[in-house]
């Protein structure tokens, strides 16, 4: 795999955001929501060094795909996710790919009345977007290749890695062969 951000990259990154998000809220107190899966590390990465008081919550957001490529419908499952009515909510996800789910869950989380809502992603992959939306806080802004690590997955493996990697066809050919392995 061909590392794009390395540990200290992605630590940098962090504490950059950190910085923005602290300077934003200032004294006030932040409710961070995070997506589930994809934002589990920078989530534990990024509320440790925000100084502010703050509530954590989680959502999930999945889009059900068919066999083929059409985008599936959205399902956001906000059971977990703590009372936002009448909050500062900060939402964040993992990646800015299409744009897709990040401004289809903010609309949802519009309806739920907070004081203000904005979010906050760690990649925004260049050229995809399909949604004239921006984030208002970016770790990094990256190429168009498909990646992994840091909390990204490709078929719910690699979330675990702790640097940012594009994953190459040799790649995806030896993920098959280990996981039909691994269920012999
Ligand atoms: P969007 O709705 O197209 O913006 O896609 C958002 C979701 O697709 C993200 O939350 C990720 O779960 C997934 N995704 C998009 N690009 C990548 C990638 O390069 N690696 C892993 N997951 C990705
Ligand atoms: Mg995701």
Known sequence: MKTLLSKEDLYDGVMRMADAIEACY????????????????LMADLIRV???PMRVGVLQASSYRGATTTRGEL???SELM????G????????????????VRTLEKMHDLGPKSIRSAVLLRKNGRQEIDYTPDFI????????VVGYGLDFED?????????????AD????????????M
């Open 26 to 41: 200032q004294d006030r107190q932040l409710t961070i929501v995070g997506v589930l899966t994809g934002s589990v590390v």
């Open 172 to 183: 995806i050919t030896r993920h098959k062969q280990v996981t039909a392995k691994s269920q």
């Open 139 to 146: 770790g990094f802004d990256i190429p168009d290749e498909f």
């Open 50 to 52: 925000i100084n502010l």
């Open 82 to 85: 703590l009372d936002i009515s």
């Open 75 to 77: 399902v956001i499952n």
């Open 87 to 102: 909050r500062d909510v900060l939402l964040v996800d993992d990646i800015f790919d299409t744009g897709h789910t990040l």
């Open 157 to 169: 493996m690699y979330r675990n890695l702790p640097f940012l990697a594009a994953l190459e066809e």
